[in-house]
């Protein structure tokens, strides 16, 4: 969600295939420089409680930029784009492994967290193993800061995504990350119905934030998922919104509790934020570049369309998707094709697509 990204499997597995290059993500670091407190404080009225969780969000961002290579940090320089061979670096650095169907690599002390992880992924792969017959080859990382800064050059600490050939998934193996300390500063804003949904989960907002970062990892496995089922559809936002379907479609199915935290973190965004951008044709043309809390937004508006696709029709909206944007088929042309195209398989997606607006 946050991160994730391109062609060359940027935020995504196997390539985020059909995504935007991951350069656009990996472009948006360079803004990052110019990022001050007063940035996350910009808004015209907060609660004590919201300021000090805001600070705690600016202090965690510079801290991060502290940590970004200088070629990084200056103005106008983009991060080297994301490397196809991932896999390769990541064993390069002699950290502790652990196999049962898929490694994991992670900094010592964070075993426990990188089985969890992979359990996780371990049964999302089953999942759609069973139900597609989707099996694609993975690996995964769980780092500490000190490593990520030196690896994941392209993006920031606790946003996951997915990226090499063959596809490595990444993670934060610590809480103290951007994606949850985001969360956790809109927590004084959210809705009655999102506070509904965490409670439903059966965790508090702090700890569904944190715990909303691991289902992330799940969201950026979801575009390895499309790429391997041999989905092609070239447009950043309905790339964004498949992979939310198939992250969506496995926690409905095998851990429903899950389903209600990621559904009332991205409620609490849909409540709590404020976007400068809420177009898809700003999400086209931007992409990650429309700023990490407006993306998230975007992330949480997909949501209420993936949860009336899922609720209408499941797994067989995927059968079908596949049928109608096969690789190697005539592209679309342009957006609105697409919409009709899409409300040919099961209509609302023009009627959705005229209120993000």
């Avoid at 492994?97 to 996780?120: M, P, Q, W």
């Avoid at 989707?134 to 946003?159: C, K, N």
Wanted: overall charge positive; some cysteine; hydrophobic content about 40%.
């Amino acid at each position: 969600m946050l991160g994730s990204h391109p062609d060359s499997c940027a935020a995504s597995p196997c390539r985020k295939v059909a995504r935007a290059p991951l350069d656009d993500k990996a472009s948006a670091g360079a803004r990052w420089a110019t990022f001050t407190p007063e940035h996350v404080l910009e808004s015209n009225s907060h609660t004590p409680r919201m300021v000090a969780r805001r600070v705690a969000l600016a202090s965690a961002l510079l801290v991060a930029l502290a940590n970004r290579p200088l070629t990084v940090l200056a103005q106008g320089t983009p991060p080297a784009p994301p490397p196809a061979d991932l896999l390769q670096r990541v064993r390069a650095l002699g950290l502790p492994s652990s196999t049962d169907r898929l490694t994991v690599y992670f900094n010592r002390g964070h075993e426990a967290k990188a089985v969890r992880i992979r359990t996780l992924v371990q049964e999302a792969r089953q999942f759609f193993a069973d139900s597609l017959g989707l099996s694609p080859e993975l690996a995964i990382a769980v780092l500490e800061r000190s490593t990520w800064d030196r690896l994941i050059t392209w993006q920031p600490y606790g946003i996951p995504g997915v990226q090499g050939t063959p596809p490595v998934a990444f993670l934060p193996a610590t809480d103290d990350n951007l994606a949850a300390n985001d969360a956790l500063s809109l927590e004084a804003a959210i809705s009655d119905t999102a506070r509904r949904l965490i409670t439903a989960s059966g965790r508090t907002w702090t700890e569904a934030s944190k715990r909303y970062v691991d289902l992330v990892g799940l969201h950026e496995l979801g575009h390895a998922f499309a790429a391997a089922y041999g989905i092609d559809v070239p447009s950043k936002w309905f790339n964004e919104w498949l992979a939310t379907y198939f992250c969506y479609t496995y926690l409905r199915a095998v851990r429903p509790t899950d389903a209600k935290l990621w559904e009332g973190i991205l409620q609490g965004y849909r409540d709590a934020a404020h976007p400068e951008h809420r177009t898809l044709e700003a999400f086209e043309r931007l992409y990650f570049g429309v700023g990490a809390q407006n993306y998230v937004w975007y992330q949480a508006r997909f949501q209420q369309q993936v949860q009336r696709l899922h609720d209408a029709l499941g797994v067989e909206f995927l059968r079908r998707l596949k049928q109608a944007f096969p690789r190697g088929a005539t592209r679309v042309a342009s957006r609105e094709e697409l919409l009709q195209r899409l409300d040919a398989i099961e209509p609302g997606f023009g009627t959705w697509a005229a209120t993000m607006r």
